[in-house]
């Protein structure tokens, strides 16, 4: 099991090494996204550049914000997580898993930066909502993700399910990801790197490909706000 210190030192002592390759990720990911995309059931309209580009930030808007359905997960608390929690709200979806070395702790401190920097108000029922959705059922269990995503923050919420369950969202959101040697419990996980921002209603408006930092999740948060 990954303890809380040894998240702490998945993000503060990362070996740097690693993070050249973490940098050629968005050529790679963006080629899954499209692939994704495009593999995904329906006849939906192609991403576009936002009409007023957001400095800093490599956001992609749907031409039509997208509906989503049809999926039944768990949330790190027990509770059902289905379509209807994405509704009065903007919604961060990242995909990744609790053993990634590198990806994951980097996506979720950024997103704890933003927060921090939002301030956001856990009080507040209309807050934006973080959500860290493991594609790896078999090693993350509902405890493990409760302790991996609240130690970034306290009101970040992990999700995961049965893969039939987990496909039929990543299909929906252009998300892809693969198992790499998998023997035993000791495995490397390959996954698409992109937040998925989901509108208030339930829809899938945009996507913010990396390199992104706090910055950039925050004015593309802000921009988004401002849409009809």
């Known amino acids: 099991m990954v303890s809380v210190a040894a998240i702490g030192d998945n993000v503060r002592m990362m070996d740097v090494r690693r993070l050249p390759f973490f ?3 968005p050529g790679l990911l963006l080629i899954g996204f499209g692939i994704g995309y495009l593999a995904s ?9 936002p009409a007023m580009p957001v400095p800093g930030a490599n956001l992609v808007l749907l031409e039509t914000p997208r509906p989503v359905s049809g999926f039944r997960l768990k949330r790190h608390d027990g509770q059902p997580f289905t379509p209807a929690g994405f509704q009065g709200h903007w919604n961060v979806l990242f995909f990744g898993y609790t053993h ?3 990806v994951c702790p980097l996506a979720l401190q950024t997103l704890r930066l ?8 856990t009080a507040d029922p209309h807050r934006p909502r973080a959500w860290f959705v493991s ?3 078999d090693r993350d269990s509902l405890a493990l993700l409760e302790q ?22 990543t ?6 990801y693969g198992f790499e040697d998998r023997d035993g419990d000791d495995y490397t996980v390959n996954h698409s790197a992109q937040m998925v921002f989901i509108d208030p209603q339930g829809r899938m408006a945009a996507v913010l490909s990396p390199p992104y930092d706090a910055d950039a999740v925050i004015r593309s948060l802000r921009y988004l706000q401002t849409l009809p």
């Open 114 to 121: 933003a927060w921090q920097q939002l301030a956001v108000d």
């Open 135 to 137: 594609v790896d059922p």
């Open 100 to 102: 990634c070395p590198d």
């Open 23 to 25: 940098l050629l990720l």
């Open 41 to 49: 059931d329906g006849d939906d309209a192609p991403p576009r550049a």
């Open 148 to 169: 991996y995503v609240t130690y970034f923050h306290a009101d970040f919420t992990g999700v995961t399910g049965p893969a039939d369950e987990i496909d039929k969202l």
């Open 171 to 176: 299909r929906q959101l252009g998300i892809v």
